[in-house]
C-alpha cells in the first residue's frame, strides 16, 4: 500500500514547524501507526536524513507514551484505541495521512512529534502520598471494598496518562484525566485520609497548568483507555465536597 504521510518537523520548541510529505511505497495492512512511523525513519536514517522524534514505550496500549495526533484526532481514527494499536488498515492506497503532535496551549512542543506533558504529572504530584497502614496482610475477606466499587474503581484507574482527553478538547482542559485520578483514589479505602486535600491540591493544580471544561464530552470519545465522561463531574464533586467539609479528608 502506497501511503503519504505529513509529518510535522520541528527542531526545537523555539523553532519554526511545519507539515513535511513524505512517501511510504510499501507499508502494509497489519502494520501500527508507530511502526509506519519506524519505516519512515528507516528510510529517513537510510538517505542520511534526520528520523522523525516520536515517543513510544510499551507499544501494547499501558504506558500511555504513544501520543500523536492523526489526522486531527488524538492517536487515530479508531475510537478508544492509542497510536500504537492503531492500524495502517484504517487507510488506504493513497491516501494521505497528516501525523502530528498533541495540540494544546499545556503541551509545549519539544521535537518532531513529542509534547512536553510534566503538567499532567504535576498534577498528580499536587495529589502528595497516600497513607497505607503496612503491618500484617490482611485476609482478602477483611478489605471492605465491594466487588461493584472495585470494578467501578478500575473503569477510572484505567486511565495511562497519555494527554490525549487535553489534546482532544477545545479548551486543552485536563478535567478527564484529574477526574479519573480523584474518582479512583476515592473508591477505595486507601487514602481516605488524605481525600480532600489531594482534591483541593490536584484540581488547583490542574487549573493552573490546563484550561477550564466546557462539558463538550471530546476528551472521552478520544480517551484509549474508554474513562467515562463521568470523571469531568467528579473534578468539582470532589473540590466542592472537601470544601464544604473544611477537612483534609
Ligand atoms: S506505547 Fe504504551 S500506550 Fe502506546
Request: proline fraction near 5%; aromatic fraction near 4%.
Amino acid at each position: 500500500m502506497r501511503l503519504i504521510l505529513e509529518v510535522w518537523r520541528q527542531a526545537s520548541p523555539q523553532a519554526q514547524g511545519h507539515f513535511e510529505p513524505y512517501e511510504i511505497a510499501d507499508a502494509r495492512e497489519e502494520m501500527s501507526l508507530l511502526e509506519l512511523l519506524d519505516r519512515l525513519n528507516h528510510q529517513l536514517i537510510e538517505a542520511n536524513q534526520d528520523p522523525v522524534a516520536f515517543e513510544s514505550d510499551c507499544r501494547e496500549g499501558i504506558c500511555g507514551t504513544c501520543g500523536i495526533d492523526v489526522n486531527g484526532t488524538p492517536h487515530g481514527p479508531e475510537d478508544n484505541v492509542p497510536a500504537c494499536g492503531q492500524h495502517v488498515r484504517s487507510f488506504h492506497d493513497g491516501d494521505t495521512v497528516r501525523i502530528e503532535p498533541f495540540r494544546a496551549a499545556g503541551f509545549t512542543i519539544i521535537r518532531d512529534l513529542i509534547v512536553d506533558r510534566t503538567g499532567l504529572d504535576r498534577i498528580i504530584q499536587a495529589g502528595g502520598t497516600v497513607a497505607v497502614d503496612a503491618g500484617t496482610a490482611m485476609d482478602a475477606d477483611s478489605v471492605l471494598v465491594t466487588h461493584e466499587q472495585s470494578e467501578q474503581a478500575l473503569d477510572f484507574a484505567a486511565c495511562i496518562g497519555c494527554g490525549a482527553c487535553v489534546s482532544a478538547c477545545p479548551n486543552g482542559a485536563a478535567y478527564l484525566f484529574t477526574g479519573a485520578k480523584l474518582k479512583h483514589l476515592s473508591l477505595m479505602p486507601h487514602g481516605r485520609m488524605e481525600r480532600g486535600k489531594r482534591a483541593v491540591s490536584m484540581v488547583a493544580q490542574m487549573e493552573h497548568e490546563f484550561g477550564p471544561c466546557s462539558q463538550i464530552g471530546e476528551c472521552a470519545l478520544a480517551c484509549p483507555a474508554g474513562v467515562p465522561l463521568s470523571a469531568i463531574a467528579t473534578v468539582n464533586a470532589e473540590r466542592l465536597r472537601a470544601m464544604l467539609r473544611h477537612r483534609d479528608n
